[in-house]
Structure formats: C-alpha cells, structure tokens
C-alpha cells in the first residue's frame, strides 16, 4: 500500500535560527499521526510544509503523492485543515459559512452530514460571533471535513472543549480515519495523543527525539507500575504480604506504595494475601506510566 505522507529529511531555517533539522517519518493511510513537543519544537513548520503553506529549504516531502508546493488546487482539494486559529467571517451564520466554503471543494457534504458530524444543528442558523469558544472550533472542524479530504490537518483541534465534547470528537476522529481519512494531529493534551494516535513523534529543538505507538513509547521508558494501598490495621505481620513480591515496597502508617516492573505477578499475590486474612486493601490502585511521563521525561517540565 502506497504511503499517504512521506518526508525525508526535512530541514528548514530561519535566519541562524534551525527550526526543523533533518526530520524523517512515514504516515500510512488511515492512520493517525500525532507529531508532540513544545513550543519551538518545529511541529508547525513541519505541518505547514505538509500542507503546502511553506517551503523547504532541503529533503523530499510528499503528500499523497505530490509535492505540497507543486500541487495546486487539485492537491488542495484533497486536504482539510484545521488551524489553531482560522480567519472566518463571524458575521455570517454556520449555515452560511458552510455554504461559502463548500463551493471550494469538488467533493462536498452536505451541510446537514457536516453539522450532524460536530453536532451543532441546533446553531446552524446562528452567527459565529453570537458561538462559544467551543461551538466555534466545531465550526472549525466541520470546515476542515466539509471537502471529504483525504488528509486531514488538525492543529489543536479541541482547544476550548469541555471533557465531555472532546471525548466526542475523539469519536469523529476516530470514525474518519477507519473510513481511510489520513489524520495528522498536533495536540499539548497528551491524552488526547494517547487516546488517538497510531503512530507518534515527538519533536524538540526541530529534531526528532522519540517515535513509535503510544504503547512502544511507554515499553521503552522501562518505568516500573506503582501499586498503591492501606492496610485497615498493622496488627498482623506483613512478612508473608512483603517477601515474595519482586518490587520494591515501601510506606507510612498504614499505606504501602510497591514499586514493580512485574505488577501482574505482585498484584496478584498482595490480592491473594489480603483474601487469606480476611482483609480489605483500602484505596487499591495501580498505576502505570502514561504518555505524559515519558513526555515530559522527553522534553522537560517548561514545555
């Protein structure tokens, strides 16, 4: 199957300033790629390249077979964006604004598929001034599908959502790229990266400084799972609880914290323990290494 993106590469400056430096990946069809890192980090540049937006000074780019650059309008037909900002008329209605941008695109929804999709029927004929912040990314995000694109661009598309509608869209995202729409994100909620991205980058300093699933990334990091919970009393020994596990234990009062690389193991023995005694582990949890550990293990805490 033929990659949907290609860049090899990729370098770009401004002035003395190497805002991307040699930065090489793949995304497949269907998939979606998120690209991570701080401010600075050359996301949108790189992003920008791919949308044709901005030139290269070296390496080779290609979207869906093309040179972003050289491609034109047909290219431009196939690609649908959603920029952190995007310069709509806030006069006009959502209804009017579809309508408007629609006639760009050979291969539209309709309206009514569209405004289903971001769930704003009920503000179609509303002004996009009169919108929330988060009524008006929707607005944003049904612009970027309006052309059934096959690549999609989305720059901090839930910016302004609430938990609640972000999870929503996590859905629509979801729902394009099964039905073949190529997805590139760029997100600061690393948990929206975690709940959506096939593949990842993350970027810093204009390089690349770690790929893979989000699942490879987390294996790498090689942090070990936290068990956590109190005990309701320290009357009975704990020799027979602590001895066999493989982690390392160790507490306050009456709660423990074991720190294992083998939680399946040491989970399944603490349980077995506390059945035997009779007793209840107030507070169990068990707690692995997210996405937002190794991030920030990646890139530091100013990002």
């Known amino acids: ?62 979207v869906l077979g093309v040179d972003p650059t050289e491609g034109g309008r ?44 971001v769930e704003l029927a009920d503000k179609l004929d509303e002004r996009i001034s009169r919108l929330s912040g988060g009524q008006q990314r929707r607005v944003d995000l049904a612009l970027s599908v309006i052309g059934t694109p096959d690549v999609l661009f989305l720059d901090e598309p839930t910016t302004g959502f609430d938990p609640a509608a972000r999870r929503r869209s996590w859905e629509l995202v979801r729902d394009l790229a099964d039905n073949g729409t190529t997805i590139v994100l760029t997100t600061h909620y690393l948990e929206e990266a975690e709940e959506l991205a096939d593949h990842l ?21 090689g942090e070990a799972t936290i068990i956590r919970f109190a005990l309701p ?52 949890s068990v707690e692995s290494v997210t996405l937002e550990d190794v991030y920030l293990r990646l890139v530091g805490t100013d990002s």
Do not use: C
């Open 1 to 62: 199957m033929t990659t949907a993106i290609e860049v090899e590469d990729l370098s770009k400056s401004y002035g003395d300033l190497r805002a991307v430096d040699g930065v090489s990946f793949s995304v497949e069809p269907g998939e979606v790629f998120a690209i991570l890192g701080p401010n600075g980090a050359g996301k949108s540049t790189t992003v920008e390249i791919l949308e044709g937006h901005r030139r290269r000074d070296s390496g080779r780019v290609s």
């Open 74 to 117: 047909a290219f431009r037909n196939r690609i649908g964006i959603v920029l952190q900002e995007a310069g709509v008329d806030k006069e006009l209605t959502v209804r009017e604004t579809l309508d408007l941008y629609s006639t760009a695109y050979t291969r539209r929804r309709s309206i009514d598929e569209v405004i289903e999709m």
């Open 201 to 221: 980058i993350v970027m810093a300093g204009g390089t690349i400084v770690a790929a893979g699933t989000p699942e490879s990334l987390r294996d790498q990091a």
């Open 233 to 284: 009393s320290i009357d009975a020994s704990l020799a027979g609880l602590l001895d066999p596990l493989h982690g390392d234990a160790s507490g306050r009062d009456r709660r423990l914290e074991i720190s294992t690389t083998k939680p399946t193991a040491d989970l399944a023995h603490i349980t077995g323990w506390a059945l035997q005694h009779g007793i209840e582990l107030d507070g169990l």
